[in-house]
């Protein structure tokens, strides 16, 4: 995201338009533990274009979205999968699903309307506050240089904050 700005740093930047991006990929990422930027879902448009318009065009695009959540479901179901170092939230909730506790009865299904709410109650409210937060700061340009000084303290000259840095 970081890199898209500064590319267009002689244009004007629409901050909610990149936002909403990164939010997209994040949620995505943790829920089905893979980046979807850039892929295409089967009816030939991108993923992520699927999910910029669903909070306005859900009814059109809820196939499109089951699709693509049975998929990922299947694709965490195979146990000859590559998982990587840490679980993400479908390997979980299919261990919840096997595990069949109580009175429950846990079905993919319900594990599709989990990764659904999620990602709408995540992405309105992610992005939102991020712009917000953008804008307070460019409002408040005292604030701003205060955040700005804090974070080359912890950072110390590194060009780019990382994860180790977020402690």
Known sequence: MIKSISLASSCVVNLNEKLNL????????????????????????????????LQQKLDKNFNELDALLQQAVDEHSDPDRQT????????VLLHLEKEQFGEICFTKDHIKAILMDMYLAGLGTSSVILVWTMSELVKNLRVMKKMQEEVRRCVGKKEKVDENDLD
């Open 22 to 53: 990164l939010v997209h990929t994040v949620i995505l990422r943790i829920t089905l533990g893979t980046s979807y930027e850039g892929k295409e879902f089967e009816s030939g448009g991108r993923v992520i274009a699927l999910f910029s318009g």
């Open 84 to 91: 990587g170092e840490y679980e993400d939230i479908v390997d």
